[in-house]
């Protein structure tokens, strides 16, 4: 039998701002139920690669989802097949609350009610503090409880794929924690996850795999357990 496509495969997808090649071509896959980790520091392209994925930025290559070649679906399409990102800076509607936040994340299920309430539940069983905050603004909320919420948003959508960049980033150690806690859990339940990180001792821990990018290319690909025996790696990214 025939071994099933990644879920997520790219074929020298690069990208430019203007004469600036950000993201120089990259191949990288994520299997089905994998989560995987990019590292990289601040500059590296990380943010262009999501972006160039749900092509928020036009890039060139090729992107193939369940082995099929989405790289000219525009980004609602892609969303409507379940790849989803959770943005830097989150994204979120400041002037919503907490519920009207996630049932915009569900625009996808077509106004299905039943549909749209299971994966309200779903939200709320993961970040039961969302639920105790369902009627606040979501400008009111901790960096972290909105980085929950960007994050329940997104999973409003019914991701297939789930992307997010840089997730922890300004939060508290516990707090990004917990987060990062979270998305082992999604990952344990079979969902296909692409974290990038600047710095992931914790996302380290759920991934298999990690590709370093540096420069718009991806310097290294290993598994995540080997990156402590690779000194000048594990000195800048398990720290
Ligand atoms: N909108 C943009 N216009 C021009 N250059 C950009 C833009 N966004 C990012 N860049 C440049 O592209 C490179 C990669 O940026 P980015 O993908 O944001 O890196 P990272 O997410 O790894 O920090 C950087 O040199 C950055 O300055
Ligand atoms: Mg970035």
Do not use: W
């Given at each position: 039998?025939?071994?099933?496509?990644?879920?997520?495969?790219?074929?020298?997808?690069?990208?430019?701002y203007?004469h600036?090649?950000?993201?120089?071509?990259?191949?990288?896959?994520?299997?089905?139920?994998?989560?995987?980790?990019?590292?990289?520091?601040?500059?590296?392209?990380?943010?262009t690669?999501?972006?160039?994925?749900?092509?928020l930025?036009?890039?060139?290559?090729?992107?193939?989802?369940?082995?099929?070649?989405?790289?000219?679906?525009?980004?609602?399409?892609?969303?409507e097949?379940?790849?989803?990102?959770?943005?830097?800076?989150?994204?979120?509607?400041?002037?919503?609350?907490?519920?009207?936040?996630?049932?915009?994340?569900?625009?996808?299920?077509?106004g299905?009610?039943?549909?749209?309430?299971?994966?309200?539940?779903q939200?709320?069983?993961?970040?039961?503090?969302?639920k105790?905050?369902?009627?606040?603004?979501?400008?009111?909320?901790?960096?972290?409880?909105?980085?929950?919420?960007?994050?329940?948003?997104?999973?409003?959508?019914?991701?297939?794929?789930?992307?997010?960049?840089?997730?922890?980033?300004?939060?508290?150690?516990?707090?990004?924690?917990?987060?990062?806690?979270t998305?082992?859990?999604?990952?344990?339940?079979?969902?296909?996850?692409?974290?990038?990180?600047?710095?992931?001792?914790?996302?380290?821990?759920?991934?298999?795999?990690?590709?370093v990018?540096?420069?718009?290319?991806?310097?290294?690909?290993?598994?995540?357990?080997?990156?402590?025996?690779?000194?000048?790696?594990?000195?800048?990214?398990?720290?």
């Open positions: 039998m025939a071994s099933a496509p990644p879920l997520l495969e790219l074929r020298d997808l690069s990208a430019s203007g600036v090649q950000a993201l120089k071509p990259t191949s990288l896959t994520v299997a089905e139920g994998e989560l995987v980790t990019i590292l990289g520091p601040n500059g590296a392209g990380k943010s690669l999501l972006r160039a994925v749900t092509r930025t036009p890039g060139t290559g090729q992107i193939l989802f369940q082995g099929r070649d989405v790289s000219r679906l525009a980004t609602h399409r892609l969303s097949l379940g790849i989803i990102m959770v943005q830097e800076g989150r994204g979120l509607f400041s002037q919503m609350t907490v519920r009207e936040n996630l049932i915009l994340g569900g625009y996808n299920a077509g299905d009610r039943v549909l749209l309430e299971a994966r309200l539940q939200v709320f069983d993961l970040f039961p503090r969302l105790e905050r369902v009627d606040q603004l979501s400008s009111s909320m901790s960096g972290g409880e909105q980085q929950m919420l960007a994050i329940g948003r997104a999973l409003m959508a019914g991701p297939k794929l789930l992307m997010l960049d840089e997730p922890s980033l300004g939060l508290a150690p516990r707090v990004a924690a917990e987060i990062i806690a998305l082992g859990e999604l990952n344990c339940s079979g969902l296909g996850i692409l974290l990038v990180e600047q710095k992931a001792p914790l996302a380290l821990r759920l991934a298999k795999r990690v590709y990018l540096s420069l718009g290319r991806v310097a290294v690909e290993l598994p995540a357990n080997e990156i402590g025996s690779h000194h000048d790696l594990a000195r800048y990214y398990l720290h």
